[in-house]
């Protein structure tokens, strides 16, 4: 599968017409694609200059925000969704940002590295971190200040009090629903406030 079927797989989670706010949207690349496909209106939140010309280029509303500041410009429930798409494993404050997607949006999504996937196992078992793919950097230069697995989510999440709504692996753009925590180098939660 390709990098759009996995968008497609994400968006799909999403429902039509919902007001969404994409936290590290990147070149909004997926806002529009929500747009376009699913109806849905809303905003993304980037850092990076380059990435924000992209998402203006794009058609899509942009703020510029640092999200270790926290999202205390929104109101609680003021979106339907609120993703954060590969966009944990970079901040300092992981928990506390979750905590704000749950606040500030009906739904969250989350998608993050699996470091528990099988080969980053063998690597580590190994002597060496993992280099993949989806990990694709030394330890010595990698942009993820956190490291996270599909079952340390799971923790995470019912200690804060959420609810998971559904959630799976990705490994080779395809779904893992099967033993995802071994399986998938992706992780993906839906989850809402408990």
């Known amino acids: 599968m390709s990098d759009l079927q996995v968008m497609e797989t994400i968006a799909a989670l999403v429902p039509k017409g919902s007001r969404v706010l994409d936290l590290g949207c990147g070149t909004g690349e997926l806002l529009a694609y929500l747009q376009r496909h699913r109806g849905c209106s809303g905003y993304g939140v980037e850092l990076d200059d380059a990435n924000l010309l992209a998402c203006v280029q794009r058609g899509v509303n942009v703020i510029q925000l640092n999200l270790e500041d926290g999202l205390s ?55 060496r971190m993992p280099v ?24 995470l999440a019912h200690k804060n009090r959420l609810r998971i709504l559904d959630s799976f692996g990705i490994q080779n753009g395809r779904s893992v629903r099967r033993m995802p925590n071994l399986l998938s180098s992706m992780a993906v939660f839906k989850f809402e406030r408990g």
């Open 132 to 155: 993949t793919r989806v990990l694709p950097y030394e330890w010595y230069d990698t942009p993820n200040i956190r490291v996270g697995t599909y079952a340390d989510f799971e923790i």
């Open 73 to 127: 410009i929104f109101e609680d429930q003021s979106f339907d969704v609120v993703l954060q798409l590969e966009t944990l494993q970079h901040l300092r404050n992981t928990e506390a940002m979750l905590r704000e997607t749950a606040r500030v949006g009906r739904l969250g999504i989350v998608s993050f590295p699996n470091f528990a996937h099988w080969p980053n196992r063998l690597q580590v078992m190994l002597g």
